[in-house]
């Protein structure tokens, strides 16, 4: 499975922006989905995952200002983020994972067999 993220950029406080992550090698169908972020000087982080069945979870840090999607026809992993905030700023990765069930949310970055090699998001104050 190859996975490319993009979408980062440079963004001011409160701003929203959209990331994407394409997939390919693998049916997109089969693809338990998740997004991590590793902030200089830190350890990297789960963010968001969704499972083949649709269903979500997100780090409390985000609940309700990141939204996590599938569009399985184009393959991509979507992560809306809004009301964005200095301490998001990190690289943002997308990850698979294809041995987990059809409604599991993986947190743990150790459960994904897979990942891109991340995109930037840098939030001004």
């Known amino acids: 499975v190859q996975l490319q993220a993009s979408g980062g950029g440079l963004v001011q406080a409160g701003g929203s922006l959209r990331l994407s992550c394409a997939a390919s090698g693998r049916a997109f169908s089969v693809l338990n989905m998740g997004w991590f972020r590793q902030a200089p000087g830190k350890e990297r982080e789960f963010v968001a995952a969704?499972?083949?069945?649709?269903?979500?979870r997100y780090a409390g840090s985000v609940k309700g200002r990141f939204i996590i999607s599938r569009d399985t026809a184009k393959s991509t992993v979507n992560l809306q983020m809004i009301s964005l905030k200095p301490e998001d700023t990190a690289v943002y990765f997308c990850?698979?994972?294809?041995?987990?069930?059809?409604?599991?949310?993986?947190?743990?970055?150790?459960?994904?067999?897979?990942w891109g090699k991340g995109t930037l998001v840098t939030v001004s104050s």
């Open positions: 969704i499972s083949r069945g649709g269903t979500t």
């Open positions: 990850a698979a994972d294809s041995t987990a069930g059809f409604y599991y949310t993986a947190i743990n970055d150790s459960e994904y067999g897979y």
